[in-house]
């Protein structure tokens, strides 16, 4: 199952995914005029290090932005967006 989940093919399917829903937030970032919030929108990629009985590691692929916390659940100054969530959903919902 390790070696399964460390292939090549998984690790693309997974930087494709996450892209898809980095360029989605991106997008509806842009077009909230959130244009900051849009250029930090990332994906980052790595391997967990695994529980403490099996030391399974996955590999994952997570769409970042730094400060984007206020935007998505919104504060005193600032209206909530939920980018991120949005942009999740509609690309798992293809």
Do not use: C
Not at 26 to 50: F, H, M, N, W, Y
């Amino acid at each position: 199952m390790q070696q399964a989940s460390q292939t090549p093919a998984v690790r693309r399917r997974l930087r494709a995914r996450a892209t898809q829903v980095a360029a989605r937030a991106k997008a509806t970032a842009a077009r909230q005029g959130l244009r900051q919030l849009s250029a930090d929108i990332r994906v980052e990629e790595g391997t967990r290090p695994g529980t403490k009985a099996q030391g399974f590691q996955r590999p994952y692929a997570r769409v970042v932005a730094p400060g984007a916390a206020k935007y998505e659940r919104g504060t005193s100054r600032f209206d909530k967006y939920r980018l991120m969530l949005r942009a999740a959903r509609a690309v798992s919902s293809r």
